[in-house]
């Protein structure tokens, strides 16, 4: 009996594991080094300062921002993208026009009760 026992005991669990201790797992699941970066930069946001950030979360963090910043500039724009760009060029030059013909008028007005005092 004692043989047919040997043969069926055996041991599978981790060297130094104790029993009913759970490893620790993470809070929060992880995607590597971009979800590591949101996760510094959503800390200094939380603490408003980056100083309780090391330099390599930092540099992590800045790293992940310039990428997504390339990213936004190289990569296609959408129909609605170039919609809104459009429209913003042409508000500005409205608007830029309509400020520099109002500063003219106003300019020759202030010029022109300048002359007349002056007279």
């Known amino acids: 009996m004692t043989m047919a026992v040997e043969k069926i005991l055996k041991h599978y669990g981790v060297k130094g594991m104790r029993w009913g201790v ?9 995607h590597g080094d971009a979800g590591k970066a949101k996760r510094v930069v959503a800390r200094a946001r939380e603490n408003r300062t980056t100083d309780v950030l090391s330099n390599k979360d930092l540099q992590a963090a800045i790293t992940r921002m310039n990428l997504e910043q ?13 919609a809104k760009g459009f429209i913003k060029e042409q508000l500005l030059g409205i608007g830029k026009e309509q400020a520099s013909r109002i500063a003219r008028e106003e300019s020759a007005k202030a010029i ?4 007349q005092k002056a007279k």
Do not use: F, M, V
Request: without cysteine.
């Open 22 to 30: 759970k490893r620790a797992t993470p809070t929060t699941p992880t």
């Open 70 to 82: 390339q990213y936004q500039r190289l990569r296609p724009k959408t129909k609605s993208e170039k």
């Open 112 to 115: 022109g009760s300048l002359l």
